[in-house]
């Protein structure tokens, strides 16, 4: 196999699902929308290393694997660690082969597993990955800061004068943050302005929508055009609030 | 004798899901029934770039999920999302709010797929920031021996102030190279107060008649909060020529004003955005026209008429037999309803879906009649679930809008609701691809063993004739 144990964080980078499974029957399949070929195998998941929410119980199940065409195909009862993209759904799962892994090569992070807390074998993995993407997004930044909310209050109606009315308006609100501790941009502590989108339209509804009270770590981003009137920055992405000890796990990852 | 199934679409494979599968939409392939796609605000399961639609090869039977929509949100899906195929050929089209849109600005796109078997991404014909709401409907014509698929999106065009109500129709969609001869046309012809509403909805008639109904803003009052007190006139328009031609939907002149677009009713008022059993309110309209009669036109829109004071949404039904000229007076209304959704099958049955606020209940009905509610309609209760079970993620919490289709005599919807597995919430039945246990009204994961809180879901139904 052209992969190695050293690849494993590259492939949980580049798949969203993980398993360790056991070939069962190869040139099969166990849906309809995926015909069976030289390239189609059923393989049961015998443990899920990482996998998003809805397909974490996946278990004991059967699914069917388009095997991919830089790799050896399996034999039956080959045991190895699949890393898979999502290709079809419906009585069953099916997957489209990204990497392959021997078994051999997770079984320390499935052995840990069981004596830590974590929910899954490669989930020390994610949290690498979603730090690197905390700090990737702390850099896009215009200033990152750890404040309190004390004030929130409707920015004028709402809507800038370019705005339309449309189930879709973000609804601007400002937000009063009393920054403690300035980690990055040219910001004194003190009291700052925040704008962001009170709307819970599904096109803002992931935006942080600040709470009286709540201390957090803000990634602030500049406010550009009418929003610039209202505030100088604003929050729109839902990494953009962070809980405040967030900051120890972006300076360590800066070191 | 007619039956009745209802189908909850989610597939086995997503047991585990616990998305907010809001406002969905439907398609059934014409000329092959068993061919149905629906949407919804349905994530691609693995977070992928592309966003998925459910598709049934067996009539609505069962159901799998194919990502092929570009541009998909990892919490949403795309934004809002319709589909329509063609009435030959079986090509598949989709009007979709991109999910990876800038901040601000709703990103349209029309897409196009060679047919149901195709599990590549849909192909973009047109992108155009601002229009909200894409409504699409597709026929099929013969010219000159050739098959030509003309299909229109229905939009509210904001970059096009004050007159935003539009449609953008091509003659040409199915075999020309983006953008497929796609062209938008303008339908409020009058002065609307900044802007229309939302909804435009189209009925297309096999002779190649196409109305076009939309809220005309009359009067807006910003209330706060992202709450309008809108005074709105309901305006169809109409094209007799398949509103291809320079002047499109200018072949219906209102009798009292002269206008391009016979008022329905005027002065009609709307709390815009104000809230009801989680659900937000605004918007609602439908348009129907008899496949047999190109004159017999029905229209069904919500507004605060009739309502008790405070937000109330009353729903309306208007009935035309000259081409949309004249109009009667309500031949049917429903107290705190919404989602209208009108379809007439080819032995002029009209029908007549809506979701209705009742006893703190979201309650899902069809509604069937054959002389505007003369005599007693023929009644089904789809679905009722409390309204206050799952907590809202996001707005739409149920959509702004549900779907009603006609093929031949049959009819076929689309809804999303409540998912709690009780018998007790679907009075006509239901089938569950997800697993389910209605004795002890609980969902479970794929090991059938860890449950699965409720969550909003589509559902599909169909009324065999």
Known sequence: MPDGPEDVLGLVRRTPLSFLGTVTRVGDTRLAEVPAGERTAVVKVDTVLHAPDAFTRLGGSEVTVQLSDDLDPPTVGEAAAFFTDGMAYGEGLAVREIGRLPADAVAPDVSRVARSADPMPFSALQRDIENEGLVTHADEADAVVVAVVVGLEQAGSGRTPDEKFSEHAPDWWRAQLDVSHVEQGEIAPGRITVLYPNSRDFRWFRAPKPQPAQEGMWMLHATEGALAEWAPFQILHPDDYQPVQKLQTLQAARR | ?465
């Open chain 2, 1 to 465: 004798m007619p039956t009745l199934k209802v189908v909850n679409i989610t597939p086995a494979a997503l047991s585990g899901g616990r998305s907010q599968d809001a406002e969905p939409n439907l398609a059934v392939n014409p000329e092959s029934p068993s061919e149905i796609v629906a949407t919804a605000f349905t994530p691609d399961p693995m977070g992928g770039p592309l966003a998925p639609v459910y598709v049934s090869t067996d009539g609505g039977q069962t159901w799998g999920l194919r990502s092929i929509i570009p541009g998909a949100d990892a919490d949403t899906g795309t934004g809002d999302i319709s589909v329509g195929f063609a009435s030959e050929g079986g090509a598949l089209y989709a009007g979709i709010l991109s999910g990876l849109h800038r901040p601000k600005v709703t990103r349209m796109q029309i897409l196009r797929s060679p047919g149901i078997s195709s599990t590549a991404p849909m192909e973009i014909l047109v992108t155009r920031d601002s229009p909200d709401q894409p409504w699409v409907v597709a026929a099929s014509v013969r010219l000159h021996g050739d098959i030509r698929d003309r299909v229109y999106v229905a939009n509210n065009d904001l970059g096009r102030q004050p007159q935003t109500a539009a449609v953008d129709v091509s003659d040409n969609a199915r075999t020309a190279p983006a953008p497929a001869g796609f062209k938008p046309s303008v339908i409020e012809r009058r002065a609307p107060s900044g802007q229309d509403g939302p909804p435009v909805r189209i009925a297309l008639h096999p002779d190649g008649t196409v109305y076009a109904v939309f809220e005309s803003w009359r009067d807006v009052g910003d209330v706060g909060g992202g709450i309008l007190n809108v005074t709105f006139d309901v305006v169809v328009t109409r094209d007799d020529e398949g509103g291809l031609g320079p002047n499109a939907f200018q072949d219906l002149k209102d009798a009292e004003d002269s206008g391009i677009g016979q008022r329905v009713v005027a002065e009609r008022t709307e709390r815009f955005n104000a809230f009801m059993g989680q659900e937000r309110l605004g918007g609602d309209l439908a348009i129907a026209v008899d496949p047999t009669d190109p004159a017999d036109v029905w229209v069904a829109w919500c507004d605060r008429g009739g309502a008790a004071p405070g937000v109330g949404c009353t729903l309306h039904v208007r009935h035309s037999t000259d081409h949309g000229q004249t109009w009667s007076s309500d031949v049917r209304t429903v107290t705190d309803a919404k989602n209208p959704a009108l379809a007439v099958s080819t032995d002029s049955l009209l029908g007549l879906a809506y979701q209705q606020f009742k006893h703190s209940q979201w309650v899902t009905t069809l509604e069937l009649t054959g002389d505007g509610w003369q005599t007693p309609a023929e009644h089904h209760v789809l679905h009722q679930a409390p309204a206050n079970v799952p907590r809202a993620q996001f707005f739409p919490y149920l959509g702004d809008y549900i779907r009603l289709l006609s093929v031949g005599r049959d009819f076929y919807g689309v809804f999303s609701g409540n998912n709690t597995p009780d018998f007790a919430d679907f009075p006509e039945g239901v089938t569950y691809q997800r697993h389910a246990d209605f004795v002890s009204h609980q969902l479970f994961d794929l090991d059938n063993v860890t449950r699965v809180p409720p969550s909003i879901d589509p559902f599909f139904f169909h009324r065999a004739a």
